[in-house]
Each structure stands twice: as structure tokens, then as C-alpha cells.
T-cell receptor, first 117, second 109 residues
């Protein structure tokens, strides 16, 4: 009965590789997000999707490409991984308003700990 | 630029004591939210206070909001060891929820 789930939980990979992180929510929410939390615990939004449409795309290298096959899933593909990509990536969802404008709380997944060697 | 700034960065108290964390922000907001993050886990929503509200309670939590000073406080009363976690404030502007760096709370038995 997990609300927001992410896979994998841990990801250790070499520089230059391509990897994907998957996220699924069973809350029936319209809007999903990807956040990056660095080693100092600073949490920064990367992307937001509302009903499969990209709403927010913060300043993120184009090596990061989100994909939303349906409104319950938001996957994150990362090309040519770099050392600085090491972080914890959180998926979240919320019941968005018009065009994904957030009005209420967000529900977070458990995070994917990415380590690039 | 970062919106919310929590203060203090770390707080260590004994069980039964109250814990107060503060958050300051820079621009106008729709609402302000507090989240808790246990070590190695995702964030869990605690409480939301709207820009037209001044105070809100939820169990042992009390949140205040002063929009004139652009600040908020989270009070946890009668703290327990299980309250040990990082606490983040997050401000909602038009379309983005922006998080601060958090306050790390340690409650010792």
C-alpha cells in the first residue's frame, strides 16, 4: 500500500554511464516531481509534471531527462553520469491545481541514493 | 536563490523539553509547510499554514506565521526521542515549493 515508491533504493555506478530511476504513485495525484538532495541536505526541485505535461524545468543539465508515461509514473533518466550527480533523488506527488500549480502538500518517496564513482 | 532558511541548524534537547525551530523566507508566499525527514528516509509532511493564517496546531505541533517579518516557527512540545529528525520549512510561491536546509533535532532520552 506504498503511496510513492521509487526504484532502485541504491544506485552505485561509474562515471559516464547512463542510468534510470523509476517512480510510481498510487494516490491518484495529478502532479509529480523530482527533487535532488545534496550532501548538505539541501533539497532542490528539478522537474514537475502535471498530467504527463512538463510544468517546471529548473536549471538542470540536459543530461537529465524526465519521462512520464502516465500520470502515475515519472521516471528520471540520466546520461553520462558525473561525480557531481551523486546525491539522493526524491520523487514526490501532490494533487495539483490548474496546470500543476501546487496548492497542497506533497508526498515523498523514500529516495534513491545515487553514488557515481 | 534559496527561499527558506531554518534556524538553528542543529538543536539538542532532552525528552520532555520543547523544541522551537524558526524559518525565514524572502518573497511572498501562498503557504508555508513543515516537513520532517528521518535519517535515510523521505520527507513527511507535518503541517501547512496558509498566508492568511497566523497560528495552527496539530497534536504536539504549533506553527506560527508572521508574513510581515517573513518568518515562521515550529514548536514541538513535550518532545520524545522519536522526534529526532531533520525538520524543513518549505514555502510555496506561484508554482514551486522551495525548501530550506533544515534543522537537525536530536532528542535524548
Amino acid at each position: 500500500d506504498t503511496a510513492v515508491s521509487q526504484t532502485p533504493k541504491y544506485l552505485v555506478t561509474q562515471m559516464g554511464n547512463d542510468k534510470s530511476i523509476k517512480c510510481e504513485q498510487n494516490l491518484g495525484h495529478d502532479t509529480m516531481y523530482w527533487y535532488k538532495q545534496d550532501s548538505k541536505k539541501f533539497l532542490k526541485i528539478m522537474f514537475s509534471y502535471n498530467n504527463k505535461e512538463l510544468i517546471i524545468n529548473e536549471t538542470v543539465p540536459n543530461r537529465f531527462s524526465p519521462k512520464s508515461p502516465d500520470k502515475a509514473h515519472l521516471n528520471l533518466h540520466i546520461n553520462s553520469l558525473e561525480l557531481g550527480d551523486s546525491a539522493v533523488y526524491f520523487c514526490a506527488s501532490s494533487q495539483g491545481g490548474v496546470r500543476g500549480v501546487i496548492r497542497e502538500t506533497q508526498y515523498f518517496g523514500p529516495g534513491t541514493r545515487l553514488l557515481v564513482l | 536563490s534559496q527561499q527558506g532558511e531554518e534556524d538553528p541548524q542543529a538543536l539538542s534537547i532532552q525528552e520532555g523539553e520543547n523544541a522551537t525551530m524558526n524559518c525565514s523566507y524572502k518573497t511572498s508566499i501562498n503557504n508555508l509547510q513543515w516537513y520532517r525527514q528521518n535519517s535515510g528516509r523521505g520527507l513527511v509532511h507535518l503541517i501547512l499554514i496558509r498566508s492568511n493564517e497566523r497560528e495552527k496546531h496539530s497534536g504536539r505541533l504549533r506553527v506560527t506565521l508572521d508574513t510581515s517579518k517573513k518568518s515562521s516557527s515550529l514548536l514541538i512540545t513535550a518532545s520524545r526521542a522519536a522526534d529526532t529528525a531533520s525538520y524543513f520549512c518549505a514555502t510555496l510561491g506561484y508554482s514551486t515549493l522551495t525548501f530550506g536546509k533544515g534543522t537537525m533535532l536530536l532528542v535524548s532520552p
